[in-house]
């Protein structure tokens, strides 16, 4: 089934807003390894999943948790959840 013109606009204003809260994001370091941290996007059939993990492949927080919602993500990182 098409999406309608409003469906495709609404998911293109949470996308442009998803991009502005990645921009913007302030990250906490890496709880295990003090490393940088980066936002990953996952986009596919459907909607984008976003994930926070360590910037050091051989840290075992280098992959998390994906997330519908960029903020819950960082929350979720900067909670430590």
């Given at each position: 089934?098409?999406?309608s013109?409003a469906?495709?606009?609404?998911a ?18 890496c ?8 936002i ?16 050091d492949?051989?840290?075992i ?11 819950d ?9």
């Amino acid at each position: 089934m098409t999406p309608s013109y409003a469906e495709e606009a609404l998911a293109y204003y949470k996308q442009k807003e998803n991009e502005e809260t990645v921009k913007k994001a302030k990250l906490e370091p890496c709880p295990f390894c003090g490393g940088e941290a980066r936002i990953l996007i996952y986009r596919g059939c459907g909607e984008a999943l976003y994930s926070v993990a360590c910037t050091d492949p051989r840290c075992i927080a280098s992959e998390g948790r994906k997330y519908l919602d960029v903020t819950d993500a960082v929350k979720a990182w900067n909670r430590r959840d």
